[in-house]
């Protein structure tokens, strides 16, 4: 017996029964399972929908499209819907269609539309998410399944509206990625889970082949999924099974008695999300040390992969602004004709504007005594960022700053980068303008000092285009970068396990290490 399919490329194949046979059989499962999945988003579109860009065209879909997938081409067969007056069709952008009756109804391009979505909602003419148009009819001829010859006459005649560059799914993720300040409130598909697994380009792949790896241990691998799934013990979890008499975090009060310090009336509840941040006053230390876990191995893989003229100045140590304006390495980049006289005060004479109109801090607003320029000097000069990097040669300086955010919502990039930016802006502008003040040996440009942010969730989401802009920046080679991102990635998940043992560790009393080691097998 030899089966025939498609592959998730797109690409025919045929065989007997084998590996291959196996695998399409699975992904086709997966597949439909998929679809059916993302079908549910249409009504809940309705009511997120927004008027704006592409999304205007998935906001004309109403429920009910879903559900009288096909009425509607059999009302325009009917020759009812389409035909209009010509002088009125003119006006409209009227097209003229040929019916298999023979009749020309005029349609409307709004109307052609229409069409076109009754068609992708069908079920009967195949997967329809992944695949655009003009492939999902290719598809359906492929297969020998009749497309309706009104649809074959649309396109011919809107060939705007045969051809979009995008699938359904790349609408979604259009839609979901557009409007951070306003995220739905429910599960776009069916669930959370499936929500974040389907985010396109956030290197879920790892994650796929990290839970499949039977050389990881069994316990790490369950772990992982009770997070994925949001089943994962913490205090929340526990109260909605009833299990818990308080969803309020449990670490956060010890804490406050270990500090003999008063438990506050409301405690924060205790989320996966709360666990994974300094917030949770019983994990900040581990937290930190999880942060340091992530971002040390990057910075040495970059370092690594870089081009050797791209130096890394805080590859063993962060260092303060202060101590980084006179650190050898970075004055020999430089490359100044002259002494330096006084860096740190001519710095601050061209930062001082800026930095002084910042927004305070907590703290500062509890003060009561005005604040001097000193105390906003030394805040300027304490700042350390993550990592710092400099190019003598083509004059370029990165201040590196690295997060590692709860990752459940797809904005965790944006929620974070404004703030981050933020702090170091002082010092980015006032940096760029006083190096470009002296006089340097003789090659020519200037200087640019620029904040470079990465963002690893702490279920190992990367943003595959934004890393990749990062690396290039860092004069990483393009043909290295998926598999540092990929090492990241995995690291991010081996730190979520160390992260999560010892969670389990403080909340069921027993002895607390901190090891950094991180889970065996994940990264190797
Ligand atoms: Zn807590």
Redesign the pocket.
């Known amino acids: 017996m030899v089966y025939s399919w498609t592959d998730k490329h797109g690409k025919q194949r045929c065989g007997t029964w084998s590996r291959g046979v196996r695998q399409a059989f699975k992904w086709g499962a997966a597949h439909a399972y998929l679809q059916k999945s993302l079908g549910r988003v249409l009504p809940k579109w309705k009511s997120t929908s927004t008027e704006n860009g592409s999304v205007q065209l998935t906001s004309a879909i109403r429920s009910k499209h879903a559900e009288h997938t096909l009425q509607c081409l059999e009302k325009l067969r009917n020759n009812r819907l389409g035909v209009m007056e010509s002088s009125q069709n003119c006006r409209r952008g009227a097209r003229q269609i040929r019916l298999e009756d023979g009749s020309q109804p005029f349609v409307t391009i709004q109307t052609a539309t229409k069409e076109l979505l009754a068609f992708d909602l069908s079920p009967k003419f195949g997967p329809f998410m992944s695949r655009t148009r003009q492939e999902r009819i290719a598809r359906a001829l492929n297969f020998d399944i009749q497309v309706p010859h009104l649809i074959t006459e649309i396109v011919r005649v809107f060939p705007e509206l045969a051809t979009p560059n995008e699938s359904w799914l790349d609408l979604i993720d259009a839609r979901h990625h557009n409007s951070p300040e306003n995220p739905p409130a429910r599960a776009i598909t069916s669930t959370f889970t499936l929500d974040f697994l389907l985010r396109p380009k956030e290197s879920r792949a790892v994650l796929g082949s990290v839970i499949r790896d039977k050389n990881i241990r069994h316990q790490t691998r369950r772990r992982l999924i009770q997070v994925i799934t949001g089943t994962f013990p913490t205090g929340k979890w526990l109260h909605k099974i009833g299990k818990h008499p308080t969803a309020a975090?449990?670490?956060?009060?010890k804490?406050y008695i270990a500090q003999h310090r008063p438990v506050p009336e409301f405690?924060?509840i205790?989320s996966m999300a709360?666990?994974q941040s300094a917030?949770?006053?019983?994990?900040t230390d581990m937290v930190t040390k999880a942060h340091h876990m992530c971002w040390e191995e990057l910075q040495q893989d970059l370092m690594k992969n870089s081009q050797a003229r791209m130096k890394f100045i805080t590859i063993h140590q962060e260092m303060s602004f202060k101590t980084l304006i006179s650190h050898e390495d970075f004055i020999r980049e430089l490359k100044l004709e002259t002494e330096l006289h006084d860096p740190l005060e001519e710095i601050w004479n061209v930062a001082r504007d800026q930095e002084m109109s910042r927004e305070l801090t907590e703290e500062e607003k509890t003060l009561t005594q005005p604040l001097s320029e000193q105390h906003f000097e030394d805040r300027f000069w304490r700042r350390r960022p993550d990592g710092i990097a400099i190019n003598g040669k083509d004059k370029a300086v990165f201040v590196l700053e690295f997060t590692r955010p709860d990752d459940s919502r797809d904005d965790f990039i944006t929620r974070t980068e404004e703030r981050k930016n933020e702090r170091y802006r002082s010092f980015v502008n006032a940096l760029t303008s006083w190096l470009n003040c002296r006089p340097t040996s003789e090659e020519e440009g200037a200087w640019k000092v620029e904040q470079i942010n990465f963002t690893t969730g702490v279920r190992g989401s990367i943003d595959e285009v934004a890393f990749s802009k990062n690396l290039a920046k860092l004069l990483v080679p393009a043909i290295k970068v998926k598999a540092i991102r990929e090492r990241q990635a995995r690291r991010a998940l081996a730190t979520l396990d160390t992260v999560l043992k010892f969670y389990r560790a403080l909340t069921y009393g027993h002895a607390p290490s901190q090891s950094t080691v991180l889970a065996p097998g994940i990264v190797g």
């Open positions: 975090c449990e670490l956060c009060r804490a405690l924060p205790q709360h666990i917030e949770c006053l019983g994990m």
